[in-house]
């Protein structure tokens, strides 16, 4: 029998694998980021068709999260201290729309998104997605060179680099995975502050009546920035620790409940956890 995402994260969570893929992804049909390759849009045709996709991309997510998903945004005022600054975004990977809901909450053509290479396609869809601000971490040195040297000058422009620092997307997930190291050794080289972002899943008496999904609600949280003393990964590893317990602390909030992870050995006291929102 096919395994449901919510049996896969079951068991991956058991397993402790918190960063791997409950989809297969293809490689083949995948854009090359080696050679020559841009990661921002510099030619006229690119720039031209950024100037128009990032605000039709706006509004398309504006009406597809409000009528769709009743999406919700709360703490927009958190973005005012990071103005003229910028920064490292971080978000919960736990819906297939969450890169568009992040980048109309944070800004359109404010924000750029990180992601694996593989989904930078070849064709009309990998010049969307790079001309909307998509930058592809790719797997040799070279590629995360190139990465590093290009989100040291949107960084300096006063950009928004989000990055997915659970790594594998789980769907309507609501715990928060362990976090990688990357996004926050950026943040702490840039002397930059991360903004975290944290999707949660409500639910409501209307969307309970229609059986309907739960509401995604987007909380822009306080930005944290990092310690000026220490080596790079120290400071790293701090700011990384410092984020993940505001998380932790606003999924505790929110779901009204502690966040604890299903135990390695299964439970024979047969009582289900629900970690997958409805």
């Given at each position: 029998m ?15 694998q ?27 045709g ?12 706006s ?35 736990v819906?297939?729309?969450?890169t ?6 944070l800004?359109?053509?404010r ?13 009309w ?20 060179q ?97 984020v ?29 956890l629900?970690?997958i929102?409805?």
């Open positions: 096919l395994k449901t995402y919510k049996d896969k994260a079951i068991e991956y969570e058991k397993k402790r918190f960063d791997r893929d409950l989809n297969d992804h293809r490689y083949d049909d995948a854009l090359p980021i080696d050679g020559d390759y841009n990661y921002l849009p510099v030619k006229a690119e720039r031209i068709r950024r100037f128009f996709l990032v605000p039709a991309i509004f398309f997510g504006w009406v597809v999260g409000k009528f769709g998903f009743g999406l919700k945004i709360k703490g927009k005022k958190n973005l005012k201290s990071i103005k003229k600054s910028g920064a490292i975004a971080i978000c919960n990977h819906h297939e729309l969450d568009l809901f992040v980048k109309i909450s800004g359109g053509f924000t750029f998104h990180t992601g694996s290479f593989y989904l930078l396609k070849r064709g869809a990998g010049r969307i997605f790079k001309s909307g601000g998509f930058l592809p971490v790719g797997e040799t040195v070279k590629d995360l190139k990465l590093s040297e290009t989100v040291d000058i949107l960084l300096k422009k006063g950009k928004i680099i989000n990055f997915y620092p659970e790594h594998a997307l789980w769907f309507r997930y609501e715990k928060i995975r362990p976090f990688k190291l990357g996004a926050f050794r950026f943040a702490a080289k840039a002397n930059v502050p991360v903004l975290p972002v944290f999707i949660e899943f409500r639910e409501t008496a209307l969307r309970k009546f229609f059986k309907m999904q739960k509401k995604i609600v987007l909380h822009i949280l306080t930005p944290e920035y990092p310690e000026l003393q220490g080596g790079l990964k120290q400071r790293a590893e701090k700011l990384r620790d410092t993940f317990k505001k998380m932790k602390d606003k999924y505790e909030s929110v779901y009204s409940r502690e966040m604890v992870y299903l135990p390695e050995e299964p439970d024979e006291s047969g009582c289900e629900q970690i929102a409805g």
